[in-house]
Every structure is written in structure tokens, then in C-alpha cells.
């Protein structure tokens, strides 16, 4: 290792020397220096990392930002020293601030230590200097790849493609769309979510992102122009560089207030601050543009680093590496302390890949060198060499680290989830890439990328993807028979991304879902019940089914109480019912009624759970139940149990119900299908103008209820009942109007229906939905197409479609009123209601008897109509009426 610059406070950690600045390169005297695989400066301290994963640091350790137990005070640690309190872990990378250090290690832990006066180093400890190094506890859910420290802030890049940020915002450097003094707990960078990120870079005060097709965002502090966006504005989001999205850059470098980029080509932009020379264009203007360094053009450059105000450039085919911007603490390695506005060599000991050196080395062992890494920050700089006879390409950062990346679905891994077995056990690292990959949209969009460099510059006309190889991909992982991860796969890669699919492919999933949950509640009942035989040495019973023994008469009661009693994991069995005297079994048809006339009884007003508005005859929980919150819990689990049956329910609760389950805002216009009248005149004060709206309304913060027959007055907030509606504030009642009707006043009994809802049928498929989709497949929808249900009808055992009987039958169907055809499909499918699919899914059938005598009879488990051939249309619609009258109980036929 050679080192050069300011060694003031021990930063190049070269010992007892007296000189304050390293004019040249020397050579670091230091017994693991050629172990060493990366460093880190900060503003007056540096970490190295060795290739055993061990951290020694060097320099100022005012704030602690050494990581080991020495005087924070005494003038300098001029010599490397371990970082004991990193002893224990294999560190991968490592990163500095001014007067913070940061530190990563091979499962994806975070350390932070040093100055914490900003919350730069995430941990909440409530202490303002951490000196030995502590796991950022707030990041345990996460995998790190990358780290980057800004001067008083961080940024770590997860392997599912999150950018979390944390310290000093004040000019926005975090990119969370605000501007705060701090912030001391990680936080995502939303608005790059999707985005395959493939580096993150800090300046002193603004951040970089680079996505793997070449997209530049920059964030933070621009008062220099240092993020190259054609301006001097500050950005609290981050904003693409679209004058560099064709120049396939590959990395990005920032100092204090310029940045550099990297292209794939090799070479080298810079923007920002110019007042040292810093940007290399000869002058020392600042750019607010991206603009080519014209004395590097014509080399490639493989390596660029920035320190404070001064850069370095690295030509391997020269061997040399170029200096510019300032040089007061012999930073540029030049022998002098001027400035530099264009590349200068730096004048090292190392050789060309021709031989030629151009400073003898001081020792005479060392003649053969050549230059593998160089490295740079504050005021000073290194230089990592090997023996040329090592044979080794040098660093190029063009080149990115695979174990530095975020996650890629690849056709070669998808392959080797095809050799476990359909209900082999899948390991553990299987399982978190699965979680990881497909849960992320930035995994997939880094994945099936064109070769090379085909997916740079990405438009809506080219977007970079290897359509056949994705497609290829997919079609393995069709075929993967694991149980286990086909599961994992269909609730990750596709339920996070709702807006793939419209309403029937959403229900088709759920379905799907809810199919193979309840296989796997009956098989592992199977299991349970060979399991216990094996143990009892006798036959033990147990039910694939969830069996629920009600009466008629005590509906409301026998259910509860069946439902009261049921294992959690019973819930997932398919549901049947047996009304108790009666002979019928459930295909389905059973089911049907009892949820209708056990819902019926529910939401009669003799229990008081539900309260019925006149004008819309719409429910709503009641204020002032007469059965505890349990009840509610119940009747939560018997619509769960109707949507996880497929079977439809008339429960006539409002569209505010499911966006409340799926975690919509419910509003003003939500109110209007409980009481239009209410909704009419809160909207009216909200469009009321005047400045006498207290005298014309009389409003205060306060609402009237009626509890068994005696008004009680409610406050909407504190001390409302004498707080006036006027104009400033009408929008603020109206807000806490509402939400009192749907959230305040009910929120117990809401909490628990909730709550038993979700215990049967929550999960990631259902989150899929909108509400007004999870509406229509819960109490179905009167959307009627007659003719439709012509059309998907089939007949089976000497029927078809021509028969006079067919012909009589649909004619007398369409002549019915609108009342008579809904009691049909009462007496056919068990509800009046169809499907959110529409008629096209009811899938009837008819099947012919032989004696006309005996009226229709319907089959509702299957939706299956044996209709005798009846002579005459006449004699048809005489005796269908009287058959759609019938429309409870069940015999057998």
C-alpha cells in the first residue's frame, strides 16, 4: 500500500512522522498491508479491510469514529488498529463520514459507530458519540449489500432492491420527499421502489443511485449543481439525469460538492463544484451539466475515487494514475501543494504494464510493482499494488461485485428447484431467496435483462428484457412440483402486483388458493387420524370436514355455539352442514340456505348487533350492542367461512365494510349508502361559502345518539360540544362526523367481526383485491342477463337445446316478471344473487323425467334442474310457479 496527503491527524496511518503532509506516495510500513482488500477514508480517519474480514482504522477519533477504546481526545491514532468490537463477524464491506464509521458483514448486518449527533448511525441509543461499534437493530429484517456514508448521513441498499436512509436530512439527502433535520430510524426511499438498483453513493450532502440499465438518480444538496439536473435547486426526491441516459454510465464517484461518473466505455464525467479544479476541465468554473473530461479522453479509465475537493483517475494501460483538483496537503501526490484544473500524473513508485517507472522505489525489492485499487477521501489518498509477476487484472469498477447485488431470478437457479420432491423439504436459504426475490419488483426487474449492454437506455419502446428467457423461465417454474414452493411462489411473484390482473383472474386465484388450503386442512387431518390410530392401537374418527350440527329453529344459537368449540385449524376444512331431523346431505345446497337463513335470524333487530337505516336499508354495526364483542368475532368467522366455501351471502352491508378490511380510506361519500340525508347535509356545510355558517347551521363539535330511546350527546374531540363549526374548521368536523359513524363508535364491534373475518380467509391473495371486487364476490350482484344464462345452459340425458320442452321452458323464463325470476334462481341455486363473473358462471344444467305429473325439482348442490317433459307450455308455466315457491328444505329426490 502507498499512502499520500494530509496526515495531520494519523489518517494515512504511517506513525511517529512529523511532516503534516505526504507530498508523494510512500509506502505504508505496516505488516498487513498486503492483505488489505478495501478502505474507507472519512474526513480525517481511515478503516481498512483485510481479506480475512478483520477492520483496523487510523486517525481522528474525537467522536469515537475509530471503534476501539482510546482517548477520543488525544491528537491522533497514527497507526492501524483493530476494530475489536468487529472481531466476531467475517466483514465484507466497509464505509466512512466524516466523523462516523459504518461496516457490513457476509449475512447482511449492519454496524455503525461514531458520531451519532444526527442520527447517522440508525442505532437510538440516545447517546450523541458511540465509540465501539454496534448492529443497527432496526435493519434485522433486512439483507444488506451495500453501504454509503454521506458526512452526516447513511444509505444501505437491501438485496430486494429497498434504499433505506438515515441521519441529517436538511437538504433532502435521504430522498424521502421532505426535508427534516434528521432522521435516526432507516427509512425506505419509496419513490426508487421497482427500480434494479446497482450502486448507491454518497457526497458530503447529496446521494446517487445507479439502476443496472444505466439511469442515474441524484438526491439532496445541488447548490453547486453538483447532482448535473441543469439546475441549482435542492431536490428532497430523487431525479433521474436524463442527459446521461445514453452513456451507459457504470459508476459514480461524489466528493464534497461534485460528482463524478464512470461510463462503460471508460470515461468520465463530472459536474458541481469547480473553485479547486476539482471537475478536471481545465478551469475552475462549477457545471450544473455533466460535462466529459477532455484531457482523460482517448484512455479507459477503469477506476475513479474522490476525496473532499480533489479526484483521482486510474489508466491501466498505462499504469498510471491522474490527479486533479486541490492540493494543499499534497492530496494530488505531485511533490507540490498547488492545485490542479486538469488530470496530473501522480508521481508513484509503481510501473507500467511496459515496465517503465517514473520514481525510483526506495526500496529495491519493490521495483516490480503495479497498481491493483486506488482509493480516496478527506484530504488524502491510497493506492493498492501487487507484484506484476502476480499476473492479476487490476480493480475496475465497471465492474460490479455479484455479492454486492440485489437478488436475480435466474433459468438456471429456477432449474434446481425442479430436483425436490413434490413433498420434499425445502431448505431454509431456498425459502428466503423465493420470499425475497418474488416478493420484490426491483428483483424482477433486474432479472431476464438482455446480454451486455442491450438493455441500456430503457424507454417504452425498449425495454431491455429477454421476453423468450422470461417466458422460458416461467414455463419451468410452471413445472415445479413442490408443494411447498409453488405455494410460496403464487402468494409472492403474483399476489404483490394486483394491477397484472382483472376481477376474474384475481378470483380465479383465490379460488385456487382456498382449493389447495383446504386439501391440505383435509390432508393433514388424514394424517392426524392414521397418526393417533398408529398411537391408540384403535380406530379414531377424525373429520376431513368442518361439520356444523344446527337446528332450524335455533339457528343463530346451535352455530355459535358449533363455531364457539372449533379448532383454529378446522377452519380451513371444506364446511358442511347437517340440519339436524332432516335427511339431505351437503354437496352444497345445504350450505347454501343455511347461510341465508341463518344470516336472515343474525340480522334480525330482537339481537341488536346491527343497526338497519331506513333509507337505504343498508347495515352498519350498532352503537350499543346488546351481545359482547365475542359475537361479533363469530359472525366475522361465518362470512369468512361463506367466501372461503364460495358461497354467496345477502348480508347488506355497505361498500365502507370492505375498504375498511382491505385498508381503504373510508370518506364523506362512503356515508351516503347508510343515510343519504346525513351525507346531503354535511356536504351542504362543506359548500356553504358565507361567513355566517355558525349563525345559519348552529354546529358544534359534537354529534346527537340515540341509546334505547334517550339522547346522548358524543364529542367529536375534546371539549367539542363548545367548539363552533365555522368556515376554518367545517372541513375538520366533517372529517370527525364520519369517521365517528364508521370508525369511532364501533370500533369494538368492528375489531372483533374483523377479526374473525381474517382468521378464516385473510391472507396475501385477498389483499389482491379492490373493495368493491371483494363486495361482489361476498353478496354476488343482480347484474341479470337472461339470455346469457340461455346461452351457458347445457342439458344432459336425452335433452338438447331444440326439444319443444327446452324451447317452452326458456320462453316461460323470459316471460316471468323480474320478482318470479329471481324466486327461480332462489329455487335453482339457492340465492337470488350471481356471481361477480356474471350469469356466464352458473353453469346450469336440465335434465329431463318422464312422469309430468310431479312438478320441477331443483338440485341446488349442483345447480341442476330435472324438468319433466311437459306437453305444453301452458302446463310447464303452471306447474314451475308452483315449484319457485318452494324454496326451503331439503328431502331426498
Not at 90 to 111: D, K, M, P, R
Not at 130 to 157: D, E, F, N, Y
Not at 615 to 632: G, H, K, R
Request: net charge negative.
Amino acid at each position: 500500500m502507498y499512502a499520500w496527503g494530509s496526515t495531520i491527524h494519523g489518517e494515512l496511518g504511517l506513525g511517529g512522522i512529523e511532516e503534516e503532509h505526504i507530498l508523494t506516495p510512500r509506502m505504508l510500513e505496516w505488516y498487513l498491508a498486503n492483505k488489505v482488500i478495501g478502505c474507507a477514508l472519512g474526513d480525517n480517519h481511515t478503516l481498512f479491510l483485510t481479506n480475512e474480514g478483520k477492520v483496523y482504522s487510523c486517525g481522528n477519533n474525537d467522536y469515537g469514529q475509530l471503534g476501539h477504546d482510546q482517548p477520543r481526545k488525544r491528537p491522533r491514532m497514527s497507526l492501524f488498529k483493530l476494530v475489536a468490537g468487529l472481531d466476531a463477524y467475517n466483514i465484507t464491506h466497509v464505509a466512512c463520514g466524516a466523523t462516523h464509521s459504518a461496516a457490513l458483514n457476509q449475512w447482511g448486518q449492519v454496524f455503525s459507530w461514531g458520531s451519532d449527533f444526527h442520527g447517522q448511525l440508525g442505532l437510538q441509543l440516545g447517546e450523541n458519540i458511540q465509540p465501539v461499534p454496534k448492529i443497527v437493530r432496526t435493519l434485522a429484517s433486512q439483507h444488506v449489500v451495500q453501504l454509503a456514508c454521506g458526512q452526516r448521513h447513511t444509505i444501505a441498499l437491501a438485496n430486494n432492491g429497498d434504499i433505506l436512509a438515515w441521519g441529517a436530512n436538511n437538504f433532502g439527502q435521504l430522498g424521502l420527499g421532505v426535508s427534516s433535520s434528521s432522521e435516526t430510524v432507516p427509512k425506505p426511499v419509496i419513490s426508487l421502489r421497482g427500480i434494479p438498483i446497482v450502486l448507491i453513493t454518497c457526497g458530503a450532502n447529496h446521494t446517487f443511485a445507479l439502476s443496472k440499465s444505466g439511469a442515474v438518480y441524484g438526491w439532496g444538496k445541488n447548490t453547486k449543481g453538483q447532482l448535473g439536473l441543469n439546475d441549482t435547486q435542492n431536490k428532497i426526491y430523487p431525479t433521474q439525469l436524463r442527459t446521461l441516459r445514453n452513456l451507459r454510465v457504470r459508476y459514480i464517484a461524489c466528493g464534497e460538492e461534485f460528482s463524478v461518473f464512470l461510463t462503460l466505455d471508460g470515461g468520465v464525467f463530472t459536474c458541481g463544484a469547480g473553485m479547486y479544479g476539482q471537475l478536471g476541465h481545465g478551469n475552475n468554473s462549477n457545471e450544473i451539466l455533466p460535462k466529459q473530461v477532455i484531457e482523460l479522453m482517448g484512455s479507459t479509465i477503469t477506476q475513479i475515487v474522490c476525496g473532499r475537493q480533489h479526484c483521482l483517475s486510474f489508466v491501466p494501460s498505462r499504469g498510471r494514475v491522474y490527479s486533479f483538483g486541490i492540493g494543499g496537503s499534497g492530496q494530488l501526490g505531485v511533490r507540490k501543494t498547488n492545485s490542479a484544473c486538469t488530470p496530473q500524473v501522480v508521481l508513484g513508485p509503481w510501473i507500467s504494464p511496459g515496465g517503465s517507472c517514473l520514481v525510483p522505489p526506495d526500496n529495491k525489492d519493490d521495483h516490480n510493482l503495479v497498481i491493483h485499487r486506488i482509493f480516496a477521501g478527506g484530504d488524502h489518498c491510497f493506492v493498492s499494488v501487487i507484484p506484476q509477476d502476480r499476473k492479476v487484472p487490476p480493480y475496475d469498477c465497471r465492474d460490479h461485485d455479484p455479492q454486492k447485488q440485489i437478488l436475480t431470478i435466474t433459468n438456471s437457479y429456477v432449474r434446481t428447484l425442479l430436483r425436490i420432491l413434490p413433498s420434499g423439504q425445502v431448505d431454509q436459504e431456498v425459502i428466503s431467496f423465493l420470499e425475497t426475490a418474488f416478493k420484490s419488483l426491483s428483483c424482477l426487474n433486474a432479472s431476464f435483462l438482455l446480454e451486455d449492454d442491450k438493455h441500456y437506455y430503457c424507454t417504452s419502446k425498449h425495454h431491455g428484457v429477454d421476453v423468450k428467457l422470461a417466458e422460458q423461465t416461467f414455463d419451468v417454474i410452471a413445472t415445479i412440483e413442490n408443494e411447498t414452493i409453488q405455494t410460496l411462489i403464487r402468494t409472492l411473484f403474483l399476489c404483490n402486483y394486483p394491477f397484472l390482473f382483472d376481477t376474474h383472474a384475481k378470483l380465479k386465484l383465490l379460488e385456487t388458493d382456498q382449493s389447495l388450503q383446504m386439501q391440505n386442512a383435509m390432508q393433514s387431518a388424514a394424517h392426524q387420524a392414521v397418526v393417533a390410530a398408529m398411537v391408540s392401537q384403535g380406530r379414531v374418527s377424525i373429520n376431513q370436514f368442518l361439520m356444523l350440527n344446527v337446528t332450524r329453529e335455533h339457528i343463530v344459537e346451535d352455530t355459535l355455539r358449533e363455531l364457539s368449540t372449533v379448532n383454529p385449524n378446522d377452519l380451513k376444512k371444506p364446511l358442511k352442514i347437517k340440519f339436524c331431523g332432516e335427511e339431505a346431505e351437503d354437496a352444497g345446497g345445504v350450505t347454501k340456505e343455511f347461510f341465508m337463513l341463518l344470516l336472515r335470524e343474525i340480522l334480525d333487530p330482537k339481537y341488536g348487533m346491527f343497526k338497519e337505516y331506513e333509507e337505504t336499508q343498508a347495515i352498519w354495526f350498532s352503537e350499543s350492542p346488546l351481545e359482547e364483542s365475542s359475537v361479533y368475532f363469530l359472525i366475522g368467522m361465518i362470512c369468512g367461512l361463506a367466501i372461503y366455501n364460495f358461497t354467496i351471502i345477502d348480508i347488506p352491508f355497505p361498500l365502507a365494510l370492505y375498504k375498511k378490511l382491505l385498508h381503504e380510506p373510508v370518506g364523506l361519500k362512503d356515508l351516503y349508502e347508510l343515510s343519504p340525508f346525513t351525507a346531503n347535509s354535511l356536504k351542504s356545510v362543506l359548500e356553504y361559502d358565507q361567513d355566517d355558517l355558525e349563525d345559519v347551521f348552529g354546529l358544534t363539535f359534537d354529534i346527537n345518539r340515540d341509546f334505547y330511546g334517550k339522547v346522548i350527546t358524543m364529542e367529536l374531540k375534546p371539549n367539542g360540544s363548545n367548539i363552533p363549526v365555522v368556515q376554518e374548521n367545517k372541513k375538520e368536523y366533517v372529517s370527525l362526523y364520519v369517521d365517528y359513524i364508521f370508525r369511532r363508535s364501533v370500533e369494538c364491534q368492528y375489531n372483533a367481526f374483523r377479526d374473525g373475518f381474517m382468521k378464516v380467509c385473510g391472507g396475501r391473495v385477498l389483499l389482491l383485491f379492490h373493495s368493491h371486487e371483494l363486495m361482489a364476490i361476498v353478496v354476488g350482484n343482480e347484474d341479470y342477463d337472461w339470455h346469457v344464462l340461455e346461452e351457458v345452459a347445457e342439458y344432459k340425458n336425452g335433452y338438447k337445446s331444440s326439444d319443444p320442452t327446452i324451447r317452452y321452458f326458456w320462453e316461460v323464463l323470459h316471460e316471468m316478471s323480474l320478482e318470479d325470476k329471481k324466486k327461480f334462481l332462489m329455487f335453482l341455486t339457492g340465492t337470488y344473487r350471481i356471481p361477480i363473473q356474471g350469469m356466464k358462471a352458473m353453469k346450469i344444467s336440465i335434465q329431463p323425467t318422464t312422469d309430468d305429473k310431479f312438478l320441477p325439482v331443483a338440485h341446488t348442490c349442483f345447480n341442476l334442474l330435472d324438468l319433466p317433459r311437459y306437453k305444453t307450455k301452458e302446463r310447464l308455466r303452471y306447474k314451475l310457479m308452483q315449484a319457485i315457491q318452494q324454496t326451503q328444505g331439503f328431502s331426498l329426490v
